[in-house]
């Protein structure tokens, strides 16, 4: 008889290995170097968080990465249930993109935008044409988010010619002036740069589907409306920072009625929620609702920054035909290695089916979070879908000092909600199961231990 060889985890699938406190001393030594470099506001807003929770915020240094593995500066494995910010949907370090990184650095680094641009950046074009649901496609590429949503925006005022946006309380789409000014995730973040911002901007709640009917959502929206005239209604299919909140069942295909009532467009932003994370290629599909535009981002460059806002060729003729400059351009928008990244990026959700497996695993993650955790005094619910889940907590901050105790632990997470009320579970898609019992193991031990805030 042979006998099997038993296979050990490598780099990627490993549960956390500590060999420092955390932070760890060389951790503790390059912060403080950031301490003196970076803008004080960021800093300061660590002392904050800690001054909420109670509990320390100092961060790590990454140092490397691979799968849902990060090593920092002391050398300390951790799991990364953030996939860095939802970026890295295929995991970190996908062999596939950083081979195609490789090759395209070899053969081209940068070319000449929107003026002559290079191959790899019609390829992508084509290939994200190919992934929206209106037959004939246009693309505005970009290397953040925030630039997507610009896009969106600038489309809107172009096709309506109305200036007002109906955005909700709770979203976010960026802090650049445009995305800014719709971005109802907290006021404090608008205030200081009010008098720059559109002021044709209104906010409705955005609806709970265990607490509103939709029909009673979209009257909210309709009052929020008022006299202001609308040509752009931006939404997120489900709340991302805002607290992993999902809207009741027809709220976006409601919307969209809304839309063509008012002359506007529905823009609906898919940058946390797309490609795969809810277990769909895109969040607004579970709804039935199809939108005017598009904005994707985040995982679509598996590491890299690009961005892109998808509509239909109806809907992007309103750009005309500029006979001087573009009007909507950028030096980096479209970058070859980032084009090359992303193309690599969309092979492997395709060739690994991580949208079908996000759906079973996100799945079977909240049903063992929910039974874990039943009857914990300071849970209040377990919420998404697919691999985008919130638990949420009774007691402001507590989402801060559950995610600062589950880091010492050796699991990275975010708290999210204005309260910081929600831990936030955005891990690549590929998770190893044992990394995730892991995470279900420590995130029980934290929340016995728990103490009122």
């Known amino acids: 008889m042979v006998e099997k060889r038993r296979v050990e985890p490598e780099l990627g699938d490993l549960l956390p ?30 002392v904050r968080r800690r001054e909420r929770s109670g509990a320390p915020q ?24 953030t996939a860095g910010f939802g970026a890295m949907s295929v995991g970190h370090g996908h062999p596939r993109v950083v081979a195609a990184v490789r090759e395209q650095a070899g053969q081209l680094l940068h070319a000449l935008g929107d003026v002559h641009p290079s191959d790899v950046k019609i390829e992508l074009l084509e290939r994200l044409a190919a992934l929206a649901p209106w037959p004939s496609t246009r693309v505005i590429l970009g290397a953040h988010g925030s630039d997507a949503i610009e896009a969106a925006l600038k489309t809107a005022m172009l096709k309506t010619g109305k200036p007002g946006v109906l955005a909700f309380e709770g979203g976010y789409h960026g802090l650049a002036h445009a995305p800014l000014a719709i971005s109802g995730y907290a006021a404090r973040f608008r205030e200081p740069f009010q008098a720059q911002l559109n002021p044709h901007v209104v906010f409705a709640p955005y609806p709970d589907r265990d607490a509103v009917r939709v029909g009673d959502a979209l009257d909210a929206a309709r009052k929020a409306i008022g006299s202001e005239r609308i040509g752009c209604i931006v939404v997120e299919p489900i709340l991302g920072r805002g607290g992993v909140v999902v809207p009741p069942d027809g709220f976006l295909a409601g919307l969209s009625e809304l839309a063509r009532e008012l002359g506007a467009l529905l823009v609906v932003d898919e940058i946390m929620t797309g490609l795969g994370r809810t277990g769909a290629r895109f969040a607004f599909e579970h709804d039935g609702a199809v939108p005017d535009l598009i904005c994707i981002g985040k995982a679509l460059g598996g590491g890299l920054p690009v961005s892109a806002c998808l509509g239909s060729h109806e809907v992007f003729e309103a750009w005309g ?71 949420a907590m009774k007691g402001e901050a507590r989402a801060l000092a559950v995610s600062s105790a589950l880091l010492s632990r050796g699991y990275i997470t975010l708290a999210a909600g204005a309260s910081a009320n929600v831990l936030s579970l955005t891990p690549p898609l590929g998770i190893h199961p044992a990394q995730l019992a892991g995470f279900v193991d420590a995130l029980d031990e934290v929340m016995r231990m728990a103490r009122p805030l």
Request: aromatic share 4%; net charge negative; glycine share 6%.
């Open 321 to 391: 035909d500029p006979d001087r400059e573009s009007i909507h351009t950028a030096t980096f928008f479209g970058h070859p290695i980032a084009c090359a990244a992303a193309l690599a990026t969309l092979d492997v959700m395709e060739e690994e089916e991580l949208a079908a497996r996000a759906a079973l695993v996100g799945a079977q993650l909240r049903a063992t979070l929910a039974e874990r955790l039943a009857g914990n005094e300071y849970l209040a619910s377990i919420r998404g879908r697919g691999l985008l889940v919130g638990v």
């Open 17 to 46: 290995s500590l060999s420092t406190p955390i932070p760890g001393p060389r951790s503790v030594a390059l912060v403080e170097v950031l301490a003196e470099t970076e803008c004080p506001a960021l800093t300061t807003r660590r």
């Open 58 to 81: 100092d961060p790590i240094v990454w140092a490397r990465a691979r799968g849902a593995n990060v090593v920092d500066a002391d050398d300390n494995v951790l799991v990364d249930l």
